[in-house]
């Protein structure tokens, strides 16, 4: 199995997360959406770095780091969501610039 | 006919499938809870696809860390929140066309990677390589993790 094949995958998985991100306006939605975008870019880099085994372990390594992040990273935006959605009662992103200083 | 009589190729696929359907169900599903579980679904089929690539450990770790806590809170979260208009369909055509373009560049540019993963990852090298020459990058995903749970005990407590 060619390595091009899982990267086809990614290019997919990534312009279904572009996409959403584009037509959406529910701030999860988006999220959700660049989840997507994560999950292709783990998979392109993981792809990559298989090919040569001097880089690796070093690619695990930085999927390792960057799963890591991205969780903490769901939960700062789910945070903003839940509060934007109790002051609010929306989630709508256009609705964020009212938030402004 | 090739492809299908090796079993690694089938799996390739189906779990590729997997990926793929549960994308397109994330961004169209009616409901946010269910596209919170097809996040989960991704997960999934990307590990598997981790898998194959050679990284099992790392497709541990992102069953156990991404979805069995990330795409858990959100589905958690997204029970109490509503569902918000879209964008116009004019926006929306514009939307398919980038999304369509980018793929089709992607796709030419990763044509050129022919040749096949032939690594498996040693969970050795790789806990070797994070405590000596990532360990600085280890404290700060530990601590954003740890960010991550005062905000959750927060939100629980409905201290915002």
């Known amino acids: 199995m060619e390595a091009a094949w899982f990267l086809f995958v990614s290019s997919i998985l990534f312009a279904i997360g572009i996409y959403g991100l584009l037509t959406r306006r529910n701030m999860i939605r988006m999220l959700l959406s660049a989840e997507i975008i994560f999950n292709a870019a783990l998979l392109a880099f993981l792809s990559l770095a298989s090919l040569d085994a001097g880089y ?4 695990g390594a930085i999927v390792v780091i960057a ?4 969780a903490a990273e769901v939960g700062v935006i789910v945070s903003i969501a839940i509060m934007m959605f109790r002051m609010r009662r929306a989630l709508d992103v256009y609705e964020l610039k009212k938030f402004r200083g | 006919m090739s492809l299908l009589s090796d079993p690694l190729s089938v799996v390739f696929i189906l779990s590729s499938l997997m990926s793929v359907v549960a994308a397109v169900l994330i961004v169209h599903h009616k409901s946010i809870v269910y596209s919170a579980f097809f996040l989960s679904i991704l997960g999934v089929g990307n590990a598997i696809l981790f898998t194959l690539l050679g ?3 790392i497709a ?3 069953l156990s860390v991404y979805v069995g806590a990330a795409v858990t809170f959100i589905l958690f979260s997204v029970v109490m929140l509503k569902e918000a208009p879209v964008v116009e369909p004019p ?3 514009l939307a398919v066309i980038a999304a369509g373009v980018l793929a089709l ?3 030419k540019i990763f044509s050129v990677f022919t040749a096949e993963p032939s ?3 040693n969970y ?3 806990t070797a390589l994070l405590v000596t020459k990532y360990w600085f990058a280890l404290i700060v995903a530990a601590i954003a993790l740890v960010t991550t749970l005062i905000e959750a005990i927060t939100l629980a407590r409905r201290e915002v």
Do not use: Q
């Open chain 2, 60 to 62: 541990l770790f992102h």
């Open chain 1, 56 to 59: 690796g372990p070093v690619g």
């Open chain 2, 119 to 121: 690594f498996f990852l």
């Open chain 2, 55 to 57: 990284f099992p450990i």
């Open chain 2, 105 to 107: 560049i992607m796709m």
């Open chain 2, 124 to 126: 050795r090298d790789l």
């Open chain 2, 91 to 93: 926006v929306k055509a």
């Open chain 1, 67 to 70: 799963i890591s992040l991205s």
